[in-house]
């Protein structure tokens, strides 16, 4: 990013907001960064209920977490309607074997958010999560969200695993 601001170039994975004039969105978003503005959305609803940025904070929540389980538990990429690379808490590819390293972490992240947006004023999101865990096995599976292989040393996975406890 800083190599395009300083020749003017836009970074390839930063598009136009379709929503807000003036505003980009970074491309292929992870579920690194939806922790992140979770973790931030959370604060700022426990910390300064009243601010006027809580009910932005509030509406981020929801908005996100619909979107989400519309997308049947993907982040859609917006440019191009598929899902990005690491957007993916759907049973059926965190059952994959390529996916079994994330797949308690990656549960562990959706029934925190879901959580989140049931506690921010979505009321269904609640029955999302409890569907998670009773038909997929989801609450089981999060139990193990950092139980990998021992040489398996990856300081990220751990930011991800305290962001959606703290978040929540």
Avoid at 82 to 103: H, K, N, V
Wanted: hydrophobic share 40%; glycine share 8%; proline share 5%.
């Amino acid at each position: 990013v800083d190599e395009c601001a300083a020749v003017g170039c836009d970074p390839p994975d930063w598009h136009a907001s379709t929503t807000r004039d003036g505003w980009k969105y970074k491309g292929d978003t992870s579920s690194d960064e939806l922790s992140g503005h979770y973790l931030a959305y959370g604060a700022i609803l426990a910390l300064a209920p009243s601010h006027p940025s809580a009910g932005f904070a509030a509406a981020a929540i929801r908005n996100v977490a619909k979107a989400v389980v519309r997308a049947n538990l993907t982040l859609l990429e917006p440019s191009t309607g598929i899902p990005t690379t690491w957007g993916r808490w759907d049973p059926a590819q965190l059952d994959e074997r390529d996916w079994s390293d994330e797949r308690g972490l990656n549960a562990l992240e959706i029934l925190a958010w879901l959580r989140q947006a049931e506690a921010a004023g979505w009321k269904e999101a609640g029955a999302a999560a409890a569907a998670l865990k009773e038909d997929h096995g989801y609450g089981r599976q999060a139990v193990n969200a950092r139980i990998t292989a021992p040489d398996d040393e990856n300081f990220s996975d751990d930011e991800l695993l305290v962001f959606p406890l703290f978040g929540h």
